[in-house]
């Protein structure tokens, strides 16, 4: 049976062969890894908000040469260049904007009326009504299982409560890698399922190989919880970095969080105003201390020192609960066909219910 066997919502509105997502990742989810997931036939998304904007444009003309499938691309609807990035997707032609928190009424607007899928992620059913009432095209609810920032309700409570409770496509993301997972999911109700983790451990990711087989030598058990980095709940390896930060105090975790903060500001393309901006509508937003918006400049760099430059004794490593299960690196390929495979094979074994 082929892959395109397993036709949802999800695969029709952005026009996939596979009902799988593969999540936007700061530092990982760059051209590679999206045009090989594309290719496999899942829905790749491109990470912008570690990205100045014309390296932005520039990755999605990277995207866009390596293949020809739909791939989307992930904003932070409260950066104060939002609409500089929107333009951008716009100009390259983009189908999917994906968001990591609400985008105002308007941007949706504006993305839909240009034929852009807006598909904002979600981590409570308040805020999934609140962006389908707004116009959006499908919701990505994450359980607390998932990988980064996450919140407290697992998958298997929130998503089923958010499939009900709107009339959108609903994609399931925290705790998935696998065929029986992506069955369990479409039982709930979703659309299809988005995983990171999974696609961050394949040959396809430019995560170095060292910091691979951190992920792969983990354990259920050495995946935590901290709000260390940034003072909001972030899923991430236990490490011996990771338990300094928990031990260490106030004034030592700003004076790294402004060190921080310069160091995104070079990679960001944003100006201290506009950073300043930033954590201004963070703070109203999430009801954040300012040292709590402070600590925010933490999460992009630290997980740059892993993600890009290897230094795992310097960087924290963003990863779902499923991390501690996961023990191989297959291609994007291998993998979404594994995947549909799996995925045929489970409901083959399903009893008939007459």
Known sequence: MSDSAIATALTRLVGVRTPIVQTGMGWVAGPRLVSAAANAGALGILASATMAPERLRS????????????????????????????RIILDEGVKVASFALAPRPELITRLKDAGVVVIPSVGARRHAEKVAAWGADAVLVQGGEGGGHTGSVASTVLLPQIVDAVDIPVIAAGGFRDG???????????????????????????????????????????????????????????????????????????????????????????????????????????????????????????????????????????????????????????????????????????????
């Open 180 to 354: 029986r997972g992506l069955v369990a999911a479409l039982a709930y109700g979703a659309a299809g399922v988005a995983m990171g983790t999974r696609f961050l451990l394949t040959s396809d990711s430019t995560v170095p190989d060292a910091v691979k087989a951190r992920y792969l030598a983990a354990g259920v058990q050495d995946v935590t919880v901290t709000t260390k980095v940034d003072g909001l709940p972030h899923r991430m390896l236990r490490t011996d970095l990771v338990d300094a930060l928990e031990r260490s105090g106030r004034a030592a975790s700003l004076l790294r969080a402004l060190r921080h903060a310069s160091a995104f500001k070079r990679e960001s393309g944003l100006s201290w105003a506009g950073l300043v901006r930033d954590g201004l509508v963070m703070k109203h937003g999430k009801e954040l201390t300012w040292s709590q918006v402070l600590l925010a400049a933490n999460t992009p760099m630290l997980l740059k020192a892993a993600m890009v430059d290897g230094r795992t004794d310097l960087g924290v490593m963003a990863c779902g609960q499923v991390g501690g299960i996961i023990d191989d690196l297959p291609s994007c390929a291998e993998l979404v066909d594994r995947i549909m495979t799996e995925a045929h094979a489970t409901l083959g074994r399903l009893p008939t219910v007459m």
């Open 59 to 86: 990755a999605v003309r990277e995207v866009r040469s390596r293949t020809d499938a739909p791939f989307g691309v992930n904003l932070r609807a409260d950066a104060s260049d939002a609409g500089e990035r929107v």
